[in-house]
C-alpha cells in the first residue's frame, strides 16, 4: 500500500515553456500532498505544502507565480513549471500523506531539464 | 526550529560489516524521526519511523533505529551490510502539530565493498 506515482518520470523543455508535473496517490487519499526538489548530490527542499481543497502553502524564498501547485482532488496534485529557465532544472519529488498517519510517501520524482 | 545533522556524508563498509549512519536531532518539541532511503534517480522510500512509542525501531530490510532523547540521536544500523544497501540515506524530523512537514538532512551515501 501507500503508492504515489509522478509523470512524466524525465521531461525535456526549451526556455521559456511551461512544464506540469503530475502526483498521484494510488491506493489512498492524500489530503496533504508535498513538493520538493533535489539539486544533484543534495538533499531535498520543500518547496510548498498543498491541502485538497485549498491554496498551497510556499516556503519562503519560492515564487508562487513560478511554481503553480494545484490539489484539485485527493488523489492528485499537479505542479506547473511557468516558463522555465536553465536554472529550473532539477529532480522534482512530491510526497503524499493520509489523514490517519504522520508519514509522507514519496514518488519516483521527475527530472526536468530545461535548454 | 527543528534541524537534523548527519555526520559522514560518505560512509564505506566491507559487505557483511555493521552499518552504522549517524542522526543528531535538534527540536524543541517532542520529534517524529524518520529514514529514507534514495536510490539514484529514483524517489524516497520510508525505511523506518520513530513517533513516540517504543525507542528501538524496527524497519525494512533488516535496518533499525533507537531514539536517545538524552543524546537527541537517532542512529541507522544493520548488522551485516549486502550489495544492494548501497544508497543515499536521509535522516528526517517532524513534530506533532507541525503540519508534518520534514526537515531533512544532508543525506549520507552508503558505499558497500565486497
Known amino acids: 500500500g501507500a503508492v504515489v506515482s509522478q509523470h512524466p518520470s524525465r521531461v525535456i523543455c526549451k526556455s521559456g515553456t511551461s512544464v506540469k508535473i503530475e502526483c498521484r496517490s494510488l491506493?489512498?487519499?492524500?489530503?496533504?500532498m508535498f513538493w520538493y526538489r533535489q539539486f544533484p548530490k543534495q538533499s531535498l527542499m520543500l518547496m510548498a505544502t498543498?491541502?485538497?481543497?485549498?491554496?498551497?502553502?510556499?516556503e519562503q524564498g519560492v515564487e508562487k507565480d513560478k511554481f503553480l501547485i494545484n490539489h484539485a482532488s485527493l488523489t492528485l496534485s499537479t505542479l506547473t513549471v511557468t516558463s522555465a529557465h536553465p536554472e529550473d532544472s532539477s529532480f522534482y519529488i512530491c510526497?503524499?500523506?493520509?489523514?490517519?498517519?504522520?508519514?509522507?510517501?514519496f514518488g519516483p520524482g521527475t527530472r526536468l531539464t530545461v535548454l | 526550529a527543528q534541524s537534523v545533522t548527519q555526520l559522514g556524508s560518505h560512509v564505506s563498509v566491507s559487505e557483511g560489516a555493521l552499518v552504522l549512519l549517524r542522526c543528531n536531532y535538534s527540536?524543541?518539541?517532542?520529534?517524529?524521526l524518520f529514514w529514507y532511503v534514495q536510490y539514484p534517480n529514483q524517489g524516497l522510500q520510508l525505511l523506518l519511523k520513530?513517533?513516540?512509542?517504543?525507542?528501538l525501531v524496527k524497519g525494512i530490510n533488516g535496518f533499525e533505529a533507537e531514539f536517545k532523547k538524552s543524546e537527541t540521536s537517532f542512529h541507522l544500523t544493520k548488522p551485516s551490510a549486502h550489495m544492494s544497501d548501497a544508497a543515499e540515506y536521509f535522516c528526517?524530523?517532524?513534530?506533532?502539530?507541525?503540519?508534518?512537514?520534514?526537515?531533512f538532512g544532508t543525506g549520507t551515501q552508503l558505499k558497500v565493498e565486497l
Open positions: 510526497s503524499a500523506r493520509g489523514a490517519a498517519t504522520d508519514t509522507q510517501y
Open positions: 491506493d489512498f487519499q492524500a489530503t496533504t
Open positions: 498543498s491541502n485538497e481543497g485549498s491554496k498551497a502553502t510556499y
Open positions: 527540536s524543541s518539541v517532542p520529534p517524529y
Open positions: 520513530y513517533t513516540s512509542a517504543a525507542t
Open positions: 528526517a524530523v517532524s513534530y506533532r502539530g507541525g503540519g508534518n512537514k520534514l526537515t
